[in-house]
């Protein structure tokens, strides 16, 4: 026994719930089903849990298009999930919705043209079948279950707790403890802050330092509209377009000056630490935006370590201790807990299991069609978003594709859509995801291998940049040459 839609999207997180909008408003005679394998929407913002959790994006362009933004630009996790659930409420998206519904195969025949989802209910451990003509992927990019952290030896030596951000324990008792937190990325600038308050002391040990954005936790040019009495749809649309419009203008500036966007970058963290602070700490080997650069809102991170509760130390671990760890320089730090804000685990489509006409699908061996569609897997879409531009806008902007492309087939009255490489194209190099030179995160680095390849042309490969693909994917031929079509 199954039940058949017309399209499944995997997950409720930010992706799930903006596709699930898209396709309700302009697909309105599609039948669909979401299904996620949490209790609740929300996918990162509900299951990440440890002190302080905030976006790293403005919300004004990681919320959506459609949904006006009223609060602070940099919100906590609680405000974003106020937000998913007004946005679910208002369009009446719960209906379409099923919790703890774990997705554990696909798969899809060319014979039929349609998907049949193996699920399994988490609450009761019923298995579950479903089918669909289209499988609309926005179950996110890294595994829930688990973050990374780095083998370091003698760790099983360390007597204190060791504690992962992505599964943080609900009984930890931080007060009056000394704490060491490995790592420097937006997580550390968020967790810091946050537990400052209530250690002893909090010590930051990262091999490298990181690029962060200090500044006040408010849009002036939206307070200023806000003052005049303007519409806050207007607002929203007007603080969406002058923010993209610096950021695109930021990241252009990272690639042409990058020594001048360096110093501009490490004068707004002197600003609050002072001139004598070692600026080493927060001095980057790598030029800007060759990793994701954090805000800091008010510079909590720069303040706390300005108070004496936070120090910063770069170096490298040469192993664990019995009370905290030995670093390569022969200093051994203290601790009675250690956080290891190390990052996560790349997941390549939810570590799904797919198959196409009986044969297991190897995404490795595949090649993607924008970033977005795969050869060799028909009637699927998977929302990746951008590492320099809010995630959501991607959602927004595919949103419309999938919908475009959905009525286009109807229009055709076929029942299969797949990308092929053109034979004019056959002769193009293949190559990684991403461009490690342009962009490197440890996550993706780890696990390049397992993701899709990208082809040397442009139509076959995620560009990254939002502000040429909001021109280019709705202006997408449907009947250009890298579609194909079945009945």
């Known amino acids: 026994m199954s039940e ?78 106020d937000y998913m659930g007004d946005v679910i409420e208002e369009n009446d998206l719960a209906r379409h919705i099923r919790y703890k519904h774990k997705i554990t195969s696909t798969s899809f025949s060319r014979q039929t043209n349609i998907w049949t989802v193996e699920a399994e209910r988490l609450d009761t451990g ?80 990262q091999r490298s330092p990181t690029y962060f954005i200090p500044g006040r936790n408010i849009n002036e040019l939206v307070e200023t509209l806000r003052q005049i009495g303007i519409d806050e749809t207007w607002i929203h649309e007007i603080a969406r377009k002058k923010i993209l419009f610096d950021q695109d203008q930021f990241t252009r500036r990272s690639f042409e000056e990058p020594e001048t966007v360096k110093q501009e970058l490490l004068g707004g963290v002197t600003a609050f630490l002072g001139p004598n602070y070692d600026m080493t700490h927060f001095t980057p080997r790598y030029r800007p935006w060759r990793q994701r650069i954090a805000f800091v809102p008010d510079g909590d991170l720069f303040q706390g370590i300005n108070a004496g509760k936070a120090t910063m130390v770069t170096d490298e671990i040469d192993r664990f201790t019995e009370g905290g760890v030995l670093l390569k320089s022969g200093k051994e730090l203290k601790a009675d807990i250690i956080i290891t804000a190390t990052g996560f685990n790349l997941s390549v489509l939810g570590d799904i299991p797919f198959s196409v006409d009986g044969e297991p699908v190897d995404f490795a061996k595949t090649v993607t069609y924008r970033g977005m569609m795969f050869t060799g897997v028909p009637n699927m879409v998977w929302v990746f978003g951008y590492f320099r531009a809010s995630w959501t806008l991607r959602v927004d902007l595919i949103g419309d594709f999938v919908c475009r492309l959905l009525n286009h087939m109807d229009e055709k009255h076929v029942k299969r859509i797949e990308v092929a490489i053109p034979a004019e194209d056959k002769t193009m190099e293949i190559l990684p995801w991403i461009d490690p030179e342009n962009f490197n995160p440890g996550y993706l680095m780890r696990r390049m291998h397992l993701m899709p390849r990208r082809g040397s042309k442009h139509d076959w490969q995620h560009t990254q940049d939002y502000w040429l693909e909001k021109q280019e994917l709705p202006a997408i031929d449907l009947d250009d040459r890298e579609f194909v079509y079945g009945a």
């Open 4 to 81: 058949h839609f017309d399209v499944l999207i995997a997950g409720a997180g930010i992706s799930g719930v903006g596709s699930a909008y898209h396709l309700k408003q302009q697909c309105p005679g599609k039948s669909f089903v979401v299904l996620e394998g949490l209790e609740s929407f929300g996918g990162t913002w509900l299951m990440h849990t440890y002190p302080g959790i905030r976006s790293d994006s403005d919300l004004h362009t990681f919320g959506y298009r459609f949904k006006p933004w009223i609060g602070p630009p940099i919100a906590t996790a609680a405000e974003i999930l």
């Open 126 to 205: 019923e298995k579950l079948t479903f089918t669909c003509t289209f499988l609309w992927m926005c179950q996110g990019y890294y595994r829930h279950s688990e973050g990374y952290t780095p083998s370091w030896p003698g760790m099983k030596d360390y007597k204190g707790q060791i504690v992962h951000p992505q599964t943080w324990p609900k009984d930890i008792n931080l007060k009056d403890k000394e704490v060491l937190v490995i790592g420097s990325g937006a997580t550390t600038a968020t967790v810091v802050p946050a537990i400052a308050g209530d250690c002893k002391h909090v010590t930051v040990l």
